[in-house]
């Protein structure tokens, strides 16, 4: 595991970014895994500028979200759907038929995670997977508990979670409770994958996750088995390190 250490905001987007263009600049038809979440907002931005001046072509890659609400439309200001879209995919030259999304919105979600399981094998295979963390050590919508070998599927959000993400809606009664989600493992056969945090409010489960105990406690601390993975922090998101 390889951690960076970032002294600025912008030194952290730009390293974030760098992995990602390299990635692009070597293999034009990798398979991205993409996060959604705060952190992951000024790497996507660089990326945008990238390929405004022409430094990066999307033409050819394939992307694969990590989840997706339960019963939020595609066009919901809060599902990750029109997240992706208004952020990222909208900005670049990503052909519409290469972006995969969890749909929420389908009655059978178990057989939209199970095809969407299949949908990347089919594509080879992520390539490189971006990740955030959550207050509790969640990966993609994996809640604290999830056995390491689980794979996509219909998760049920802790109330910790709900709270975090109650932020984006009006009130706490309009997150929804259930989300799609890649599995541990479906994230652990990626590649290459590169974990962003930000922010004091988690040095705590930062140092839990990256020097602690591996357990399903803290899903996170997973990735330390993973044998490329590039963790890029913030001052203060490595306090505790
Ligand atoms: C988002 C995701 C989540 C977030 C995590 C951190 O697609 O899978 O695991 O990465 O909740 O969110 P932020 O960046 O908003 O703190």
Redesign the pocket.
């Known amino acids: 595991m390889k951690i960076i250490i970032s002294e600025s905001r912008e030194e952290f987007n730009g390293t974030a970014a760098d992995i990602v263009r390299r990635q692009i600049h070597d293999k034009p038809d990798s398979v991205l895994g993409l996060?959604?979440?705060?952190?992951?907002l000024g790497l996507y931005n660089l990326l945008v500028c990238m390929g405004i001046k022409g430094d990066l072509d999307f033409s050819r890659i394939k992307t694969f979200?990590?989840?997706e609400y339960k019963g939020l439309s595609r066009d919901h200001p809060q599902s990750?759907y029109h997240y992706m879209y208004e952020n990222l995919f909208s900005k670049i030259n990503i052909r519409d038929e290469n972006v995969n999304i969890l749909n929420g919105e389908k009655a059978d979600s178990y057989r939209e995670c199970a095809e969407y399981e299949k949908r990347i094998k089919a594509s080879g295979g992520i390539d490189l997977q971006v990740?955030?963390?959550?207050h509790n050590g969640?990966?993609?919508?994996n809640e604290p508990g999830t056995p390491f070998d689980s794979i996509t599927d219909l998760i049920d959000l802790t109330d910790r979670?709900i709270e975090?993400n109650s932020r984006f809606f009006d009130s706490p009664h309009q997150v929804p409770r259930q989300a799609l989600?890649m599995g541990i493992k479906t994230i652990m056969q990626a590649r290459n994958i590169i974990l962003?945090i930000?922010g004091g409010a988690?040095a705590r489960i930062a140092a839990k996750a990256l020097r602690g105990s591996i357990t399903p406690d803290v899903p996170a601390s997973v990735l330390q088995l993973h044998p490329f993975v590039t963790v890029i922090l913030d001052k203060e998101s490595a306090a505790y390190l």
């Open positions: 996060a959604t979440g705060s952190t992951p979200n990590l989840d990750y990740l955030g963390i959550g969640h990966i993609g919508f979670t975090a989600s962003l930000t988690k």
